[in-house]
Each structure stands twice: as structure tokens, then as C-alpha cells.
């Protein structure tokens, strides 16, 4: 059997290639012929060509966000031997994956002979989960072009009635270019969801339409704008909109404008009326009431969604809740909301500063190993990659995952209390520049991850003698 594959997540560094190694592993383990492309923060590595992917058994994606070149897999898909999970799936339980794939190959022989083709709406949950991934991962580097220049300019302002007022010519250019980034945020995001649900024909029509939401449209007597709501729901219809288009049977001529003509032109036209016409307005309401719930958040119920916001990105480091929580922050900055995402970004930090404290400080309970990756975690704690607390979590989730839950909750409830902001999508210590109060969001994530050490090093049991390193055994 042979099988290929393509991982990448999010941020394209620690899930990428554990997920790649794992595919790999198990493929030698079983005696399957394997290749594994990754589209990592390094481009694409070990890339797949057209004859590895035909030549294929079938298709493993551990993805959690679009990629490039996923024409290539669409006849694979058609035949029912693609399988798309994410990369914490693969990680957690790599055989169970490889279970599936093969049982998906087996099911397509029998499909094939049966005659039967894949759904456009197959596997519809996973395909938004990833498009959506996919749309805040395109869009990061543009909200952070916009996040850090706005944030520099404004910084050297003085306040005025107003707000604050710039009067530096350079700082004024700065402030420019931050301005232009942010206009591009709602227009990418929603061209890359698209993409990610219908390949490259849906970008021209994602970037139209994704402009269009995020500008005023005259409705009856008001101008309304719906931002990254509109923009998530109007790119699930260009994607699906272009599936359906890309299955239609058209002579050999007209196949060859479908995607650079006739889809672009078709799906802008039908969709962008449809929004201006029927979505518009209900749509600007229900984004007009969660902008004013989410804006004017204080006390309690700021400390809540704290706590909600610290528990989801702590409790699969990196995974699929993580994401989820990262994708609501973001499209809130969108909106101009900064502080879900002070919260987030707080909480980041704190589950691998945490691990790493505890196995540098309980030497009793953390073996040498572990104490190594302890100085590892801790950095990529302090740039902001909550990955690095997995190794200890794989190791022993039942004793991490409490400490490191509460503890971001902790510095994520702290932040909504102090209403910290953060106006770049990125988290740690390196980005305290980039907030509303930077003693106040290095001193959240300092109490975050004491709190999270302390109860790791509580709740861990003493290494038996067998379980300890030599050194330790002492």
C-alpha cells in the first residue's frame, strides 16, 4: 500500500513535522510505502508531485490549515481516498489515523466498483474548522504588519480630543502603512477561507467580496458593514459556491476559462448581490450587538470569558480548542476589540514557561529529560508557541493538563480584569510592546505560569528509582 501525505498546522512549526514524523513511522511500521510533504514556516519541504499523488493508495492530510497545491489531491478526493484530520489527531494517535486511511482504501475499492463519487459536502465540519484556520493563518502576518506600525505611530502621539494625535511626518507614514494593513485583514481572511474550502479559483471572488463586507453598503436609507462576520459567511459560500461550479460539465474550451473567467465572474456577480440584497443588513445587526456585548465587557463578565479564553488555549497546547479560541480573538481585532485577544495572547505563554519551571524546580519529579526540555519550554514559552509544553503533556496529561488549564486561566482572568490589550496576533513576552500596559501583561503571564508550576509540581508524583536517570536516583 502506498501511502503520501501533507502536514501542516497553524503556525507551521511544532505540529508540522511531529505530525510529519509520526505518518512516517507508522507507514515503516506497517511496511507501507510513504511519502510526506510538509508546508511548514519554512515553505514546502519533501514537496509531492503530481505522479507521488496518483500513483497513491491514499491521501493523508494532517492539516489544520489550507494548503498550497490542493488541486493536486482533488481526483483522490472524488474517489474517496483522501482523509483529512489534525495534526494533534496524528500526534495523539497516529495508528488510529493509519486505521482510518486503510479502511478508506478499501472503501473506495469498493466504491469505485460501484460507481460512486464524493460529495461536495462531505466532511463539512472539518473543511470549515480548517478553512477558518486557514483564513487566520494567511491573514496573521498582515494583522501584525498593521497591529505593530499602528501601535509604534500611536504610541509617539499625544492625546487629544480626538484621541491620539500624531504630528511626526515619519511616524505619520508609519501610521500609513499600519492603517493599510489593517484594511487588508477582513479582505485576506476571507479570500483564504475561501481558498482553503475551493482551491484557487475562489480567491479572486473571496478578496472582492471579503472588500466588499468590510466597506459600507447602502441599505434602504443606512450604510451597514459587517466585518469578519461577514466575511466568515460569505467566504463559506464563494468555497462553496466554486466546489459547485467546478463540477459542472462543460466542453474542452470552456474549461479553460472556468476557472480565471467564468468562476470568478459568476460567483463575485450572484454572491456579491445576494449580500448586498438579502445578508447586509441582518448581518450588520448581529455584528453591531457582539462588537457592543464583547466592547463592554468589564468586572465579572470580562473575568469569565477571561477564564473561558485560558482554559480553551491551555488544554490542547497548540490543537484544535487552542485554535478556536486564537480564531474568535482575531476576528474580534477586526472589529477594533483588542482585549479577548490581551487575553489570549497571556495565556499562550504561560503552559510552556510553567512545564519548564516545574521540571527545573521538582527535580525529584521531572526525569533529565525532561529538565532539558524544561530550558526549551521555557523559551518557547516566552516567545509566545504554546507547543512547548506537549512533551509534558504527552508524557503525563493527567497531572499537566490541570496545572496548566488553571494557570492560563489565572493570567487570562487577570488581563480582562486589568483590560489588557494586545494588538498583534502573537503572544509572549515579545510582543509586551505591542499592549496598552506592558508591566501589567509581563506580570499576568509571570503569575499565570507560578500558579501552573505550582500545582504541576503538587499534583506530579516523586520519580521512582526505576523511573529516575541515574543522576537523579541518587
Known amino acids: 500500500m502506498k501511502v503520501v501525505g501533507v502536514c501542516a498546522c497553524t503556525v507551521g512549526i511544532a505540529h508540522t513535522y511531529m505530525a510529519k514524523k509520526a505518518i512516517e513511522e507508522e507507514c515503516k511500521k506497517r511496511g507501507f510505502e510513504c511519502k510526506v510533504e510538509a508546508q511548514g514556516g519554512l515553505g514546502i519541504e519533501n514537496a509531492l508531485t503530481q505522479e507521488d499523488v496518483d500513483s497513491a493508495d491514499v491521501v493523508i492530510c494532517s492539516i489544520d490549515v489550507g494548503i498550497e497545491g490542493g488541486d493536486r489531491f482533488e481526483q483522490k478526493q472524488s474517489e474517496g481516498r483522501y482523509l483529512k484530520v489534525g495534526t494533534a489527531d496524528t500526534i495523539s494517535d497516529v495508528s488510529k489515523v493509519m486505521d482510518q486511511a486503510v479502511e478508506l482504501a478499501k472503501a473506495a475499492d469498493e466504491a469505485a466498483s460501484q460507481g460512486k463519487k464524493a460529495g461536495i459536502f462531505d466532511d463539512f465540519g472539518k473543511t ?7 483564513g487566520v493563518s494567511y491573514f496573521i502576518p ?3 504588519i498593521g497591529g505593530v506600525f499602528l501601535a509604534f505611530s500611536l504610541a509617539s502621539g499625544t492625546a487629544g480630543e480626538s484621541g491620539m494625535e500624531i504630528t511626526n511626518p515619519f511616524m505619520k507614514n508609519l501610521n500609513l502603512i499600519g492603517t493599510a494593513g489593517i484594511n487588508m485583514m477582513i479582505p485576506v481572511l476571507a479570500a483564504y ?9 475562489a480567491l479572486g471572488p473571496g478578496f472582492v467580496l471579503g472588500y466588499l463586507v468590510n466597506n459600507p453598503v447602502a441599505v434602504g436609507d443606512v450604510n451597514v458593514s459587517t466585518g469578519f462576520l461577514g466575511a466568515m459567511v460569505m467566504a463559506v459560500f464563494v468555497g462553496y459556491f466554486v466546489r459547485w461550479m467546478k463540477t459542472w460539465k462543460v466542453n474542452s474550451t470552456i474549461q479553460t476559462i472556468m476557472p480565471v473567467l467564468i468562476i470568478p465572474i459568476l460567483t463575485a456577480f450572484v454572491l456579491g448581490m445576494f449580500y448586498i440584497y438579502v445578508l447586509a ?3 450588520s445587526l448581529v455584528m453591531g450587538w457582539l462588537t457592543d456585548v464583547l466592547g463592554s465587557l468589564q468586572g465579572g463578565s470580562a473575568v469569565v470569558l477571561g477564564i473561558v479564553i485560558g482554559i480553551m488555549t491551555a488544554f490542547d497546547m497548540g490543537g484544535p480548542v487552542n485554535k478556536t479560541a486564537s480564531t474568535f480573538t ?16 497571556v495565556a499562550v505563554a504561560i503552559p510552556p514557561i510553567a512545564c519548564g519551571v516545574a521540571a527545573l524546580i521538582a527535580r525529584n519529579k521531572f526525569d533529565a529529560a525532561d529538565q532539558q526540555m524544561g530550558i526549551s519550554a521555557i ?4 516567545i509566545g508557541i504554546t507547543e512547548g509544553a506537549i512533551p509534558f503533556a504527552v508524557k503525563d496529561f493527567g497531572h499537566v493538563a490541570p496545572g496548566i488549564c ?3 486561566a489565572v493570567g487570562a482572568a487577570l488581563a480582562a480584569a486589568q483590560g489588557i490589550e494586545c494588538y498583534v496576533p502573537h503572544g509572549g513576552f515579545i ?8 508591566p501589567l501583561y509581563c506580570l499576568d503571564i509571570v503569575i499565570g505560569s507560578a500558579v501552573a508550576a505550582a500545582i504541576l509540581i503538587a499534583m506530579k508524583p516523586k520519580l521512582s528509582e526505576k523511573d529516575a536517570e541515574p543522576e537523579l536516583a541518587k
Open 193 to 201: 477561507i475561501a481558498y482553503s474550502i475551493a482551491g484557487k479559483p
Open 406 to 408: 488553571i494557570g492560563s
Open 379 to 382: 523559551f518557547m514559552g516566552c
Open 281 to 283: 443588513y441582518p448581518l
Open 128 to 134: 470549515l474548522l480548517n478553512a477558518f484556520n486557514t
Open 330 to 345: 482575531m476576528a474580534l481585532m477586526t472589529a477594533g476589540v483588542y482585549g479577548p485577544n490581551g487575553m489570549f495572547r
Open 142 to 144: 498582515v494583522v501584525v
Open 431 to 438: 510582543v509586551c510592546m505591542a499592549t496598552n500596559n506592558i
